[in-house]
């Protein structure tokens, strides 16, 4: 079975700091996919950042970056100088040759002005 | 537009009631997805199509069903509505391209109350 575990429920951070979030995953496949995708209030699923597992290079969009440890089976977020618009929660995904999306439970992320 | 719409975006509706909520892309993807999201528990998928032939269950299909009726659309209805079905219900789609799994694009959810 393919889990996906946040272990922070909830973080603050404030504007133009970094925060990072934690994600931890655990699949037998050897080529598999991580997201994190971002809802804000409007509830919106939007996707922020995508890792092929195959892929040795962390993937990285604008101000977000990950932290892909492929052996420990770790796959942290992290967003730099922080925005009162990241405030959202925040979920780590992972698509393991099954074509199905196994969620993490989230964290909600609070960007304190 | 919208790539993936879903209808309707709130509904409120009694105990043993019948439901439908639908999707629709025009993304031109095959595969279409129902998730469930709760507070506190993240998003579980109900069930996945990969083409107009092809419905399996995902995690947590029990008191669901699904009809693909073309590429595009891809309707969840719940045959006798229950309070504990209260959540917010997501569609997604996405593609594959040859051997490489495409990002899943979500619509804008479906709120859904059972009284």
């Known amino acids: 079975a393919q889990t996906v575990t946040q272990s922070q429920p909830e973080m603050s951070v404030q504007e133009a700091e970094t925060v990072t979030l934690s994600c931890t995953y655990d699949t037998s496949e050897n080529n598999y996919y991580l997201f994190w995708y971002k809802q804000p209030p409007s509830r919106q699923m939007i996707l922020v950042i995508r890792?092929?597992?195959?892929?040795?290079q962390n993937a990285t969009e604008n101000r977000f970056s990950v932290n892909f440890q492929k052996a420990a089976k770790s796959f942290s977020l992290k967003i730099s100088d922080s925005q009162l618009g990241d405030t959202a929660m925040y979920f780590c995904a992972l698509e393991g040759g099954s074509e199905k999306l196994v969620f993490g439970k989230g964290t909600k992320l609070t960007v304190n002005p | 537009d919208a790539d993936v719409t879903q209808t309707p975006r709130n509904r409120i509706t009694k105990t043993g009631k019948r439901i439908m909520l639908e999707c629709s892309q025009t993304k031109g993807h095959d595969r279409m997805y129902w998730y469930r999201q709760d507070p506190g528990l993240g998003l579980r998928l109900i069930y996945y199509s990969f083409d107009v032939k092809d419905i399996n269950k995902g995690e947590i299909s029990d008191g669901y069903s699904v009809s693909r009726q073309a590429q595009a659309k891809f309707s969840l209805s719940l045959e006798s509505a229950i309070p504990n079905q209260t959540a917010l219900y997501f569609c997604?789609?996405?593609?594959?391209?040859?051997?490489?799994?495409?990002?899943?694009?979500f619509g804008p959810g479906t709120r859904l109350l059972v009284l």
């Open positions: 890792q092929e597992a195959y892929k040795q």
């Open positions: 997604a789609t996405s593609d594959r391209t040859g051997t490489v799994q495409e990002t899943q694009y």
